[in-house]
Structures are given as structure tokens and as C-alpha cells.
């Protein structure tokens, strides 16, 4: 059985500093970092809040994927594709369904539709011009209704590789729009093609 949440905090703060500070992760050593280790530090760790605050959209009256579930770049009668604008990297696509689900609820044949169709779309931005990986993301802790991201990882950036590229995107200047617009239709129109529904 899972650490009940008070355990868990005091398990970490037992590898913690006086001030509830743990050491820098391992991955701020990794050449990937964006940030340099010297004059980095560790925000102090907060005990834990019980219940939980409700995510975005936890009441479906009041989910904004619900408000927009004819919205986007391509639809069919199941799933709709957004652009996320002022992304550092060259595209950020986000895939929702049109109802009102979250990864554990997910009906078994849209779980189903759901690998395949991230397949496709993984493909297509692979395919864009200059652009080397699609990193597909499932977090959940900000809104209750799926969204699964996918990152454009530019060709040639190797300090961009892996769970840090989030982090650079947001670091980085903002993608020229208008490349980033023609890109999302280009895959919008590739996966019209590939899988079906209308860009």
C-alpha cells in the first residue's frame, strides 16, 4: 500500500535540509538542464493540503474543454486538436475529447482510438520540416477533463531532449506564429487524411 500523504512528507523531509529544502534532483546534473546547479536551490517542501483543491472543470457546468468542444484545428465525433499559441518550441498541440472525460473514465473503444490517434499525430509533426520529435504528455493535475499535450522538438537541439523540453519552451523567445499556424494546419490536413474527421 501506497505512504498515506503525511508519511510521504515526512519520508521526504527526512532527506530534506532545516529549512524543508531537498537536495537538487538528478536531473539538474544532466547536460539537458536548462539551469546551472551553482546558485540553484530547492523550494522548501510544503506539508500536505487535504482534500485536494478541485481541478479546473471537476464540475462539467463549468469545464472550458466542455465550452469549446467544437473548437479547434480538427474534430471528429469523438476527439478535437488545439493549437496552444506563444509556445516557445516549434508546435504545441493538444488533444482533447469532446466529452467530457478523464484518462481513468475513458470509455475502453475511446482508449483505444486515443493510442492510435496520438500515434498519427505524433507522426505527423515528426514529419513537419525541421522538426526532430513529438513528446507526448498526460499530466492532469490542472484540469479534470483529458488533454494529452504534444511538443515539437526542434531538429538539431539535443539540449532540448526529454522531460526538461516543458520547461525550455517556457524559457525560450516566442515561435514565429505564423509558422507555427501553417505547421498545426499541415498536421490538421495530414491527419484528415491519415485518420479521418476534418481539419
Known amino acids: 500500500m501506497a505512504l ?45 493540503v487535504l482534500p485536494e483543491p478541485d481541478r479546473q472543470g471537476e464540475d462539467p457546468s463549468t469545464c472550458q474543454s466542455c465550452e469549446h468542444r467544437d473548437d479547434g484545428i480538427w474534430l471528429d465525433d469523438n476527439w478535437r486538436l488545439t493549437q496552444i499559441s506563444g509556445v516557445g518550441v516549434p508546435l504545441v498541440l493538444m488533444l482533447h475529447p469532446r466529452d467530457h472525460y478523464d484518462l481513468a473514465d475513458l470509455p475502453d473503444p475511446m482508449a483505444a482510438e486515443l493510442g492510435v490517434l496520438a500515434t498519427h499525430i505524433g507522426r505527423h509533426i515528426e514529419a513537419l520540416p525541421h522538426v526532430s520529435r513529438a513528446h507526448v504528455y498526460r499530466i492532469g493535475d490542472g484540469g479534470a477533463h483529458l488533454h494529452v499535450w504534444f511538443f515539437a522538438r526542434p531538429l538539431g537541439q539535443s539540449q532540448l531532449w526529454g522531460s526538461w523540453l516543458p520547461v525550455w519552451d517556457d524559457l525560450l523567445p516566442e515561435y514565429p506564429a505564423d509558422i507555427a499556424a501553417a505547421d498545426a494546419s499541415a498536421v ?12
Open 4 to 48: 498515506s500523504p503525511e508519511e510521504f512528507y515526512q519520508h521526504a523531509l527526512a532527506a530534506a535540509d532545516s529549512d524543508r529544502r531537498l537536495p537538487l534532483a538528478r536531473m539538474t546534473m544532466w547536460e539537458i538542464s536548462p539551469f546551472e546547479p551553482d546558485g540553484l536551490r530547492v523550494s522548501p517542501l510544503r506539508p500536505p
Open 188 to 199: 490538421a490536413a495530414a491527419l484528415e487524411s491519415s485518420y479521418g474527421g476534418r481539419a
